[in-house]
């Protein structure tokens, strides 16, 4: 089993729509959670942390965490072009060390 | 939030040389990791660069091939040796826990786009 996994995509999504991103991820003991955004040719680009179960907002990003079944997820809400990039789902596993899901690409249709 | 300098940014290198990227912190940092990202692909964990030690290599990794440097809590080096056209990649260093704000989250440097020829 991967220790992290995403579905890579594409996720087409229309501007000003809702982009659903999902994660399902190993290592049980795993505490922090961290989806990181990435444009073509850049370096990730942290956009949220989330450590307890529920949800977390910030902006127009939800993160939600449920511990139980594994699973972390990332919504974007009023979608933008400029959101369009591949979005990294990255638990840190038992050892401290942060492991990055394949990616899913985005692309918000205008 | 720290900020990571990594040099250089880009290098064109002929196979069987080898090449040291530099990483430097603008804060004192807990952990600082070496990260692989070939083309298309997502991020591969090459080591965990350990201050005043050995660094800790993944499987698949090893030392000969990727030595690396950690004096300090700021700065570290990965050295790419004896290069292939495989080891073509970007290479980022990754920071996570800044010592002064006690927080956990990591962060990156602008990479390095290596093209072995």
């Known amino acids: 089993q991967k220790e992290v996994e995403q579905n890579s995509g594409p996720l087409s999504v229309p501007e000003g729509a809702i982009a659903s991103l999902n994660c399902t991820y190993s290592?049980?003991?795993?505490?922090?959670f961290f989806w990181y955004r990435q444009y073509s040719g850049k370096s990730p680009e942290l956009i949220m942390s989330?450590?307890?179960?529920g949800d977390k907002e910030d902006g127009r990003f939800t993160a939600q965490l449920n511990k139980a079944s594994q699973y972390v997820s990332l919504l974007i809400r009023d979608s933008q072009p400029s959101d369009s990039a591949t979005y990294l789902c990255?638990?840190?596993?038992?050892?401290?060390?942060?492991?990055f899901g394949k990616g899913t690409r985005l692309h918000i249709l205008p | 939030s720290a900020v990571i300098s990594q040099k250089p940014s880009r290098d064109i290198c002929q196979r069987g040389t080898s090449l040291t990227i530099q990483c430097q912190v603008d804060s004192q940092v807990t952990m600082m990791f070496w990260y692989r990202q070939q083309p298309g692909q997502s991020l591969t964990l090459i080591a965990t660069a350990n201050q005043g030690s050995e660094a800790t290599y993944e499987s698949g990794f090893v030392i000969d091939k990727f030595p690396i440097s950690r004096p300090n809590l700021t700065f570290s080096t990965l050295t790419v040796s004896n290069m292939s056209p495989e080891d073509s990649s970007i290479y980022l260093c990754?920071?996570?826990?800044?010592?002064?704000?006690?927080?956990?989250?990591?962060?990156f440097g602008q990479g390095t786009r290596l093209t072995v020829v």
């Open positions: 989330i450590y307890s179960n």
């Open positions: 990255a638990p840190r596993n038992r050892d401290d060390k942060i492991i």
């Open positions: 290592d049980r003991v795993s505490q922090s």
């Open positions: 990754s920071a996570q826990g800044d010592t002064y704000f006690s927080n956990t989250e990591a962060f």
